[in-house]
């Protein structure tokens, strides 16, 4: 089994900053791409940044210039520097990961558990 662990929300200011960071544990044998995703209540699920194995990036509009994704491949670890935080940033925020956890299966899509991210003065 593969397990995707959030840290690093929490309660910030507008203006502030966070790092979230996802660290993927288990029978890992590749993973592809891993991303962020945010749910706010009442709202939709929404992606808020991608990145693919080889580092090419993909941010939602909403956040292009405030955050940004980067990745660890030896570590299986995704990270979301997140500055300049407006209140319409406040969410759960979620980590994704497509894993294989064997050569002979295709990609599966994984989630962690999430972990809040409350934007307020």
């Known amino acids: 089994q593969v397990q995707l662990v959030e840290s690093g929300g929490g309660l910030v200011q507008p203006g502030g900053s966070l790092k979230l960071s996802c660290a993927a544990s288990g029978s890992i044998v590749s993973i592809d791409a891993m991303g962020w995703y945010r749910q706010a209540p009442g709202k939709e699920r929404e992606l808020v940044a991608a990145?693919?194995?080889?580092?090419?990036?993909t941010y939602a509009g909403s956040v292009k210039g405030r955050f940004t994704i980067s990745r660890d491949n030896a570590k299986n670890t995704v990270y979301l520097q997140m500055d300049s935080l407006k209140p319409e940033d406040t969410a759960v925020y979620l980590c994704?990961?497509?894993?294989?956890?064997?050569?002979?299966?295709?990609?599966?899509?994984?989630w962690g558990q999430g972990t809040q991210v409350t934007v307020s003065s």
């Open positions: 990145i693919t194995s080889g580092g090419t990036t």
């Open positions: 994704n990961a497509e894993v294989r956890t064997d050569w002979r299966l295709p990609f599966y899509n994984y």
